[in-house]
């Protein structure tokens, strides 16, 4: 997964210390994938779940109702015995902070439905080390999390490519937004997003627009 270090105008754990967290990031998804893949495989999943404290909801009888995650944990534990301690996923000395301890909302029936898990709640894990640091917290908008082309980006990109995703700059006096930046090994790719419908052919210029062709239309995109 790409590292996001830079999103919109939110502070980002990675400005202090540049060199530091990607690494850091790597060691720790790889160390939380081995613990959750193998608590999956060894059909031990509450170990790594999170336990939703939300209050319990009652039925029109009075007789309570189990959450999902508490009926499927009675389950895994005999009459007599002690109650696991679940530990979080995430180390409390990298960051300490529920929203990051992997939460099981169901059970994956297949490595497969595991992965899309562990990748959705590694995006969360991004998005939040990319607006605060270890004393401050960003405000962050909820479409952000909802944002498809953040998530392709950040899912589908190997780990060692480092992503500015419409990153603000403060340039003299004025603030200045940019599209999207990705850092590579050896390459720096300014991306610049252009849509329109299918069949459409864009052409660059000199000037500082593109000409989009369909058909026998044509016109001037920005």
């Known amino acids: 997964m790409a590292q996001l270090i830079k999103l919109y105008d939110y502070i980002s754990l990675y400005e ?10 790597i060691h720790l998804k790889k160390q939380q994938w081995d613990k959750v893949s193998s608590a999956w495989e060894n059909d031990s999943s509450h170990s790594v779940m999170k336990v939703s404290h939300a209050p319990d909801l009652n039925t029109e009888d009075g007789n309570e109702k189990k959450p999902f995650l508490k009926r499927f944990k009675s389950k895994r534990i005999k009459a007599g015995e002690e109650t696991p301690k679940l530990n979080p996923l995430v180390n409390d000395t990298a960051i300490e902070d529920e929203e990051l301890q992997f939460p099981f909302t169901t059970i994956p029936k297949t490595m497969e439905d595991l992965k899309l898990l562990f990748l959705d709640y590694i995006y969360r894990f991004q998005i939040r080390w990319a607006s605060s640091t270890l004393r401050e917290k960003s405000i962050v908008d909820q479409s952000v999390y909802r944002d498809q082309l953040l998530r392709n980006f950040v899912q589908r990109l ?14 003299k006096n004025a603030q200045v937004e940019l599209d999207i930046i990705l850092i590579g090994t050896a390459e720096i790719y300014c991306i610049t997003l252009i849509e329109e419908l299918d069949d459409t052919v864009f052409t660059g210029s000199k000037e500082k627009f593109w000409v989009a062709r369909r058909g026998d239309h044509e016109k001037k995109s920005a």
């Open 16 to 25: 202090h210390d540049v060199y530091r967290y990607p690494s850091q990031f």
């Open 158 to 171: 190997p780990d060692h490519y480092l992503l500015l995703y419409r990153p603000v700059f403060q340039l």
